[in-house]
């Protein structure tokens, strides 16, 4: 599934420009930045089939058993000083025969140095090899894989039988000694430096494996076709654990999800929660439901936080148009398309967003694939297609009686069938006293 770097900052699968990483407390279990480098790559990179999809699954749940006696912050540590030794130019060791046995009797102190981290290489040799054999019976998907190919090469080298006979302090070994200096940053230093790449995106997999387990979370079932449908019970956002939970259903016949209601009861939350759920699916992750079915798409892309940008001279109708522009067209090049649209065209007069919307629902229901959930407060595009057999109508349901505060609202952040009457704004207003001191403003002038 194709997902793309706006659309994990609206999730907040990705940290934004400020820093802020919503997601990271929940998904990031790394011991070193090469790790989270590598995590973040993971997070980018949705899977694309069924069969990926519970090979994934299937590895997450077995992994963070089987890696249990890995000690990862001392493995990372160690790969970090083999790769530093391996990019060094400290010592430079002569090519000739003569020039090299000189160089290893007048120069004992930078010997000692060498012999040092070719010990640091060995025992990275003799870690890959116990991670290798940790991974050896693990049902695989294609990254795993990858990760075990490379840690078994070094693991199973021969390098490992010539450090052993370069040990010692004697003339012959110290020669030798030199020689294996030239051979593990030169002829291996590639496959090296590839175990120690595919060690950071273990410690990232694993990770998320933890993560997974510790999560209570459920494993969704993918479904491609025509059987593809969005069945959720009990779904939330994993950053609210005691927020309201709700189901979310949308046949395959369906292919808009139109919801309406006031500011501040939970759209944008919703949005983001189904969002996050569709991209952990397709990740391998469990997901926060009870239960969930879910479609195989092929693409992923939200709109919840569009904005104007005056660097690239944007405006936010426009930044709006552009962002509706992708889904459209990806959805005309055949692309199964799951959409999250929060108050598209917001940034144009009433008239014009109402037109707009409602070409954007009429055309989005005729796709022959694909999901597409948009949030609105335009009631009018609802209730015109009440019987529309692939539209389907949703709202937030809000107490607009009173709350526990007695403030005149309460908002429940359930999610239901049917159209919002909620109207909070000249309420809210009223509750903030704006309404009073406007009409207080000159009414102590008296007609001259």
């Not at 890696?67 to 391996?86: G, I, M, N, S």
């Not at 429940?412 to 069938?417: C, E, H």
Request: net charge neutral; hydrophobic share 45%.
């Amino acid at each position: 599934m194709l997902v793309d770097q706006r659309t994990l900052v609206d999730l907040g699968v990705l940290p934004n420009s400020l820093g802020e990483w919503p997601l990271r407390a929940v998904l990031d279990r790394t011991h070193s930045r090469r790790s989270l480098d590598a995590l973040k790559r993971v997070l980018g990179a949705p899977l694309s089939t069924v069969t990926e999809i519970v090979d994934r699954q299937r590895m997450f749940r077995v992994l963070p058993d089987r890696l249990q006696p890995v000690q990862w912050k001392e493995l990372l540590a160690l790969c970090e000083a083999v790769e530093a030794y391996l990019t060094s130019n400290y010592v430079i060791v002569p090519a000739a025969t003569n020039a090299r046995a000189l160089f290893a009797l007048g120069h004992r102190d930078v010997m000692a140095h060498i012999e040092r981290q070719l010990r640091l290489v060995e025992e990275l040799i003799e870690q890959c090899a116990a991670v290798s054999r940790l991974l050896s019976d693990i049902d695989r998907d294609t990254q795993l894989s990858a990760i075990a190919a490379a840690v078994a090469t070094l693991g199973e080298s021969p390098l490992l039988s010539q450090l052993h006979r370069a040990r010692g302090r004697s003339v012959e070994r110290r020669f030798r000694t030199c020689g294996l200096d030239e051979t593990v940053r030169v002829e291996w230093r590639s496959i090296i430096e590839d175990a120690i790449t595919q060690l950071h995106l273990l410690d990232a997999l694993n990770g998320l494996a933890v993560a997974a387990q510790t999560s209570g979370f459920t494993f969704p079932e993918i479904v491609a076709g025509e059987d593809a449908t969005i069945s959720l019970i009990l779904a939330r956002h994993p950053l609210l654990p005691r927020g309201t939970a709700n189901d979310v259903m949308l046949a395959n016949s369906e292919r808009v999800l139109f919801i309406t209601g006031p500011n501040m009861a939970g759209k944008s939350t919703l949005l983001r929660s189904l969002g996050v759920i569709v991209l952990f699916a397709h990740l391998g992750l469990p997901v926060p439901a009870a239960h969930a079915r879910l479609p195989l798409a092929d693409r992923l892309v939200t709109s919840i936080n569009a904005q104007d940008s005056l660097s690239r001279g944007e405006s936010l109708y426009l930044a709006e148009v552009r962002r509706v522009r992708e889904v459209v067209r990806a959805v005309a090049s055949g692309e199964t398309v799951i959409a999250l649209l929060d108050e598209a065209f917001r940034g144009t007069n009433v008239m014009d967003a109402l037109e707009a919307m409602g070409l954007l629902v009429d055309g989005l229901a005729r796709a022959q694939a694909g999901f597409f959930l948009l949030a609105s407060h335009l009631t009018e595009i609802a209730r015109e297609r009440a019987q529309h057999p692939r539209v389907s109508l949703w709202c937030m349901q809000v107490d607009a009686t009173e709350d526990t505060r007695g403030e005149g609202v309460g908002f429940t952040y359930a999610f239901r069938r049917g159209v919002s009457d909620v109207r909070l704004g000249m309420r809210l207003l009223e509750r903030e006293g704006v309404v009073s001191l406007l009409t207080a403003i000159g009414s102590s002038i008296t007609p001259g």
